[in-house]
């Protein structure tokens, strides 16, 4: 169990070229985590896998009034997988996490979509022991450690770096938040990406992201009319448009 103090004080990782804050459950995170991954690679960046919980950014929001039935019990089970990633990272390292995001994300968006289930159990199913069972068992992580799904102790975590997060962007975002060259570099929210670019243009679309990031006087850029998001487990079409999931941290007036 995190310590009584845990929390309140994030822990500055001195050479991390980027803070990639995600959660788990969310599909946008799920494709620019992999974009990043390409030019972390091919860049010699180190990533800092950090945690968003959009159940905690919703924390006000009534779920009946605002979102669709499956939206509450996704973001909870996305809070609980988060629960898991604090305590994998207290006990085995800043690059279990890195390698747990990473199977994690496999098991919810790149394999088909069991279409007999009902959408709630299917999303709710995500932050069970049963679920995360195996990806422990791949990672060769002890399966202790989904204990802590069930553990609200581990909230504070979450909460701290939630907190982080919102103070380099602003409220009004969801996920996920990219910090490059912390802690005075730029951070902004997304990009929202519906597939995944090639080696070429994954280092052609990161400089052009990082450019316009940085000019002092860029607000926001933006358009709600885009293809489904590329991913198995999704059955993203391209030919498919306007039809995405709502992940921003709020407002239903922005489709994440």
């Not at 992580?141 to 609200?152: R, S, W, Y």
Request: aromatic fraction near 8%; proline fraction near 5%.
């Amino acid at each position: 169990m995190p310590s009584t103090d845990r929390g309140t004080t994030v822990t500055a990782v001195a050479d991390a070229d980027i803070h990639f804050y995600f959660d788990p459950v969310c599909p946008f995170a799920w494709m620019t985590s992999k974009w990043v991954r390409k030019v972390a690679e091919r860049r010699d960046y180190r990533v800092d896998w950090r945690f968003i919980s959009l159940r905690l950014l919703n924390s006000h929001i009534d779920y009946d009034a605002h979102f669709p039935p499956e939206y509450e019990a996704g973001h909870t089970a996305g809070l609980r997988l988060l629960r898991m990633a604090a305590r994998t990272r207290e006990e085995h390292g800043r690059e279990a996490v890195a390698r747990l995001y990473a199977g994690l994300g496999d098991r919810i968006f790149e394999r088909e979509r069991d279409r007999t289930r009902d959408e709630t159990a299917a999303r709710e199913r995500r932050g069970t022991r049963e679920f995360v069972a195996p990806v422990l068992a791949d990672l060769g992580l002890p399966i202790a450690l989904a204990d802590a799904l069930d553990d609200p102790a581990w909230d504070a975590v979450v909460q701290a770096e939630t907190d982080e997060a919102l103070a380099l962007t602003g409220k009004d975002v969801g996920t996920p938040i990219l910090h490059f060259e912390p802690p005075e570099g730029v951070a902004f929210f997304g990009p929202v990406i519906s597939r995944l670019p090639d080696d070429e243009q994954a280092l052609e679309l990161w400089d052009h992201v990082i450019a316009l990031a940085r000019f002092p006087g860029f607000a926001e850029m933006k358009r709600s009319l885009r293809e489904r998001v590329q991913l198995r487990a999704l059955g993203g079409d391209e030919d498919e448009v306007g039809k995405q999931e709502d992940w921003h941290g709020g407002s239903r007036r922005q489709k994440r």
